[in-house]
C-alpha cells in the first residue's frame, strides 16, 4: 500500500545513506526510532539499460512512505489500530558522497514550465530536452553513461555565443564555436533568458580519451523560438535549386539539420517539409547532381531522419505536424542496417561467381558492373526495385519482365537507366546461377531502402509487438485477399497505435502502421461496390471511419465517427426516422472530410508552387499536386462510399433530390445575410 517514487542512482556509485527516520520492525510494522546507515546497495534493483531513460540526479532518491501515528505500538495494536492506521510521511534520505546535480526540468514545483522539446540520440547516448519557463530557456544535454566529454558548441547557425552566457569552465574554441565540459561527465545545462535566447542551439559531441567527434550525421539541434519560416525557405530552395553538387544524401542531411525549425512553425511549417520529401521520392527533385557519398553514410543519414520523423510524429504537440510529420516518414527509406554490406555484397557477388570487376578478369558482365558502380556511388531506393527486376529477368529469361518490373515497381523507364549520374546501358545477362546469391542481396537493400512496405515492415517491427500481435499481423499478411482482412487491419492497427506512440520505440512500428493504413485503402478500393447491399455500405463507412481516428489527426472526423456508429446502432433501420438521422450523419461526414480535404490543400499546394518555380519542375506536376496529395489519403474512399449510400438514405428518409437545391439556396442566404451586415458594421 505503499507509495514510492525513485530517482535511479548511478548503478556504479555506491554511497551510504543515512535514514533520517527510524528503523523499521518487521513484525509489527512499528518504527523503532533510531537511526540507521543503510548502503545504497541494498535499495537497488538490477536495472536494465538507461539509454532511453530521462536523466534524474545520481544519488538522489525520494521515498514516500507511510509511518505509524504516534504512541505505544501495543496500545495500537489493542485499541485496533494497525498497518492500516499509518499516517502518511516523506522520508528524504541523503546521499554521502554523491556528487551535486543541477535541477532537473521536472524537478522545480514552484515555476510552471513547459517542455518545448525531448529527444533521445542513439548516436552519443544523450538524451536533449528544451525547457521555457519564467526565467528563460534551459537546453539539459545528459549522457546515459559517464564519459570524458566535452560539449562543442554554438547559437543560431553555428555562431559563437558571448561567454557570458555560457557555463561555467566553457572556453571558446573561435568565432564559430565553444566548448564546456559534461559536468562529472554526466550532464551540460545551458540557460538564456528570454531577452537573450538564440533562435535554436546547434552542438556536437567529443570524447577526450580517446579522442572522437559525434556529429548525428550533421549536427544535434535544439530548437528554443519559433523560426522565421521564410528563412527556413530560402535555404533550402537555395540548395534545391541553385546548389552544383547535390545528392539525395546531402538532402536527408538538410532536413535533419532544419526539422526542429519547421516543425516548430507549425502546420505550415511541416507542410512544407512533407511537400519536399514527397517531390523527393517521387523524384521530381534530383537524387544525384554531380555528388557522390558511400553506402555506410546514406544507410546512417537514412536512420536519424527516419527516427527523428517518427518522434515528430508521435510525440509534437501540433495535431497537423504529427500527420504531416507521418505522411512525410511513409515516403522515407528506414535507414539502418550496415551500409557497407550494400558496397560489399555486389562485390562479394561478383567474385564468388567469376564476374568481371575492374581490373579482376572473370565473365564480362557489363550490366552489373555499371549497376555496381551505382551502388558504389549513389545507392538510392531504387536499386530495391532493379534488383527485383534483375532477378524477374533471372527466373524467366525475358528481358519484358526486367522491364515490366522496373515500371511497375518504381515507374524507372530504359530512358531514366540511362540518364542516370552512375548510368545503367547495359540489359543484363540471363546467368540463373545468381538467383540465390541476388535473393539474400535484396534483403540487404531492404534493409536499408524500404520504408513502408508491409511485408519488409511486418519483419522488422516483429521484434517490438507481443506475441498475440505478432501472431494477427503475419496471419492477416498469409491471408491478404480474404475478404475479412480489412477489419483485421483495423483491429491491428489498434493495437500498434499503444505501441508507436510509446516513448523510444522503433521506427519500424509506425512504419508498419503506414503499411497497414495503405493497404487498407488498396482493399476498399478494389471492393465492386455496386455488388453491395445498403447495410453492407453502412457497415463500411463506419469502418473507414474507424480507420481514420486510429491516426488521421482529425477531432472532427473522429467525432464524425462516433456519430455514426451512434446512429449505426439505432433500431428500426431504415425507417423514415432512422433514414433521416442517417442522412444528416452521412451530410456531416462530407462536410467534414470536404473541410479536412482543404485544409491539407490549402497547407501544401503553396509550398508546391514554390518549389516548382524555383527547380523548374514541369507545371502539369505542380498544379495538381494538392489535389493529389488529398486523394492519396486512405480516409479519401469516404468520399465515394458516401455518394453511393446517399441515394438509399434519401430514399429510406423520403428525401427528394430537391432537397440539395434548397439547402445550398439556405447557405448561400446565410452568407449573404452574413456578407451584408458585415458591410453595413
Excluded at 556528487?99 to 518545448?116: G, K, Y
Excluded at 517531390?279 to 553514410?297: E, F, G, I
Excluded at 507481443?466 to 491471408?479: I, Q, S
Aim: proline share 5%; charged share 20%; hydrophobic share 35%.
Amino acid at each position: 500500500q505503499s507509495e514510492y517514487t525513485v530517482y535511479r542512482l548511478s548503478p556504479e556509485r555506491y554511497a551510504t545513506m543515512m535514514l533520517r527516520s527510524t528503523s523499521y520492525n518487521g513484525r509489527t510494522g512499528y518504527c523503532s526510532g533510531r537511526s540507521t546507515a543503510v548502503p545504497f546497495a541494498c535499495f537497488e534493483r538490477p536495472l536494465r539499460s538507461c539509454a532511453r531513460r530521462p536523466w534524474t540526479p545520481a544519488g538522489h532518491i525520494v521515498v514516500q512512505g507511510l509511518a505509524p501515528l504516534s504512541g505505544n505500538p501495543s496500545q495500537q495494536s489493542q485499541s485496533g489500530q494497525g498497518h492500516g492506521s499509518y499516517k502518511r510521511l516523506q522520508i528524504v534520505p541523503s546521499a554521502v558522497q554523491s556528487p551535486h546535480a543541477p535541477t532537473s526540468p521536472n524537478q522545480s514545483q514552484d515555476i510552471v514550465s513547459e517542455e518545448l522539446s525531448k529527444q533521445w540520440y542513439d548516436e552519443g547516448g544523450v538524451n536533449v530536452t528544451a525547457v521555457k519557463d519564467g526565467s528563460g530557456y534551459s537546453v539539459y544535454v545528459e549522457a546515459a553513461e559517464p564519459r570524458d566529454m566535452v560539449l562543442h558548441w554554438a547559437v543560431n547557425d553555428w555562431e559563437a555565443p558571448p561567454m557570458e552566457l555560457c557555463p561555467q569552465g566553457s572556453h571558446r574554441i573561435d568565432d564559430k564555436a565553444v566548448q564546456t565540459p559534461f559536468e562529472h561527465g554526466r550532464h551540460v545545462r545551458l540557460h538564456f533568458s528570454i531577452s537573450k535566447a538564440p533562435e535554436r542551439i546547434v552542438f556536437v559531441l567529443k570524447e577526450l580519451h580517446p579522442e572522437n567527434w559525434i556529429n548525428n550525421g550533421s549536427c544535434y539541434s535544439v530548437q528554443l523560438k519559433p523560426p522565421g519560416l521564410n528563412n527556413l525557405v530560402e535555404r533550402v530552395m537555395s540548395c534545391e535549386g541553385e546548389a552544383d553538387h547535390w545528392s539525395l544524401k546531402d538532402r536527408f542531411v538538410l532536413a535533419n539539420d532544419v526539422l526542429d525549425g519547421f516543425a516548430a512553425a507549425g502546420a505550415e511549417g511541416m507542410a512544407f517539409v512533407f511537400t519536399w520529401l514527397r517531390m523527393s521520392s517521387t523524384k521530381l527533385l534530383t537524387w544525384a547532381r554531380r555528388s557522390n557519398y558511400q553506402s555506410k553514410d546514406i544507410t546512417w543519414m537514412q536512420q536519424v531522419i527516419s527516427s527523428r520523423m517518427t518522434d515528430k510524429a508521435r510525440s509534437s504537440p501540433d495535431s497537423w505536424v504529427r500527420l504531416y510529420a507521418r505522411l512525410a516518414l511513409a515516403g522515407l527509406p528506414r535507414g539502418g542496417g550496415n551500409g557497407d554490406d550494400i558496397r560489399m555484397g555486389i562485390l562479394h557477388i561478383m567474385r564468388d561467381n567469376g564476374i568481371k570487376e575492374g581490373h579482376r578478369p572473370g565473365h564480362d558482365e557489363p550490366f552489373l558492373e555499371q549497376w555496381h558502380q551505382k551502388l558504389h556511388q549513389n545507392t538510392t531506393p531504387e536499386d530495391v526495385t532493379i534488383c527485383e527486376a534483375y532477378l524477374a529477368y533471372l527466373h524467366s529469361g525475358s528481358h519484358d519482365d526486367y522491364w515490366r518490373v522496373l515500371w511497375d515497381n518504381g515507374r524507372i523507364t530504359k530512358e531514366y537507366l540511362e540518364s542516370m549520374h552512375n548510368p545503367i546501358k547495359a540489359w543484363p545477362q540471363h546467368l540463373p546461377h545468381l538467383i540465390n546469391p541476388f535473393k539474400g542481396y535484396l534483403w540487404t537493400l531492404k534493409c536499408c531502402h524500404s520504408g513502408a512496405n508491409m511485408d519488409t515492415a511486418a519483419q522488422m517491427a516483429q521484434g517490438h509487438l507481443d506475441d498475440e500481435t505478432k501472431w494477427m499481423v503475419f496471419d492477416m499478411l498469409a491471408n491478404r485477399n480474404e475478404w475479412w482482412v480489412p477489419g483485421k487491419v483495423v483491429d491491428i492497427r489498434k493495437r500498434l497505435a499503444n505501441i508507436w506512440r510509446s516513448e523510444g520505440v522503433s521506427r519500424d512500428v509506425l512504419l508498419l502502421d503506414i503499411a497497414l493504413d495503405n493497404y487498407f485503402r488498396t482493399c476498399i478500393e478494389r471492393v465492386d461496390r455496386n455488388t453491395l447491399s445498403r447495410d453492407s455500405l453502412v457497415d463500411l463507412v463506419g469502418l473507414v471511419l474507424d480507420n481514420a481516428s486510429i491516426a488521421a489527426e482529425s477531432a472532427e472526423l473522429a467525432q464524425c465517427g462516433r456519430l455514426w456508429w451512434k446512429v449505426h446502432s439505432q433500431p428500426e433501420r431504415w425507417s423514415k426516422q432512422w433514414g433521416l438521422q442517417a442522412l444528416a450523419a452521412a451530410q456531416r461526414v462530407e462536410l467534414s472530410l470536404a473541410h479536412y480535404a482543404d485544409e491539407m490543400c490549402t497547407h501544401v499546394q503553396p509550398h508546391a508552387e514554390t518549389f516548382g518555380g524555383r527547380c523548374n519542375i514541369d507545371r502539369a506536376f505542380i498544379i495538381n499536386f494538392g489535389e493529389e496529395v488529398v486523394r492519396g489519403q486512405p480516409v479519401f474512399v469516404l468520399s465515394g462510399l458516401l455518394q453511393d449510400l446517399e441515394r438509399h438514405l434519401r430514399q429510406a428518409a423520403g428525401a427528394g433530390a430537391w432537397q440539395v437545391g434548397t439547402v445550398l439556396l439556405f447557405y448561400y442566404f446565410c452568407y449573404f445575410t452574413i456578407f451584408v451586415v458585415s458591410l453595413s458594421e
